[in-house]
């Protein structure tokens, strides 16, 4: 099992430049955890990229259906107590956003706190460094 950022998820669903690589770190261990708001972060993404224009209403609605696929299978953590004060430490220490903060604290969650434990995929480079400095192996599908 692996930590899913939401980064890294979004190439399942749509055609990005980095899915063949994040498709390839999927079929190594499909397992995935992910914090509870995950699902939200993605259907944000793919908003994005219909009110770009990048993908069509039926291009919306494939990547919704994969999208509630992944979303039976993967183990998610909750917005539990623990989880919210770990993220506000992560805020204080690293340079990451809030949704970030809270990812990373819920990998922690996932990991039972042994960071080293769980391996933590993500594309986006601040969230990868935070992740690392916290001891969890990173993997970076574009150069995996």
Not at 43 to 53: S, T, W
Not at 92 to 99: C, D, N, W
Not at 114 to 121: C, E, G
């Amino acid at each position: 099992m692996r930590f899913w950022d939401s980064s890294a998820i979004v190439p399942l669903l749509v055609n990005e430049i980095s899915s063949s690589a994040v498709l390839r770190t999927y079929e190594r261990d499909p397992e995935m955890a992910v914090w509870w708001a995950t699902q939200i972060e993605c259907v944000a993404a793919l908003a994005r990229h219909e009110r770009d224009g990048t993908i069509g209403a039926a291009g919306i609605a494939n990547a919704i259906d994969r999208l509630d696929a992944l979303l039976l299978a993967w183990r998610e953590v909750q917005p539990v107590e623990p989880v919210r004060r770990l993220a506000t430490r992560l805020l204080r220490v690293h340079p990451v956003r809030t949704g970030d903060a809270l990812q990373l604290a819920a990998a922690f969650a996932a990991a039972e706190d042994r960071a080293d434990t769980l391996a933590f995929v993500t594309l986006d480079e601040r969230l990868a460094l935070a992740a690392q400095r916290e001891g969890f192996p990173v993997v970076q599908p574009s150069s995996e």
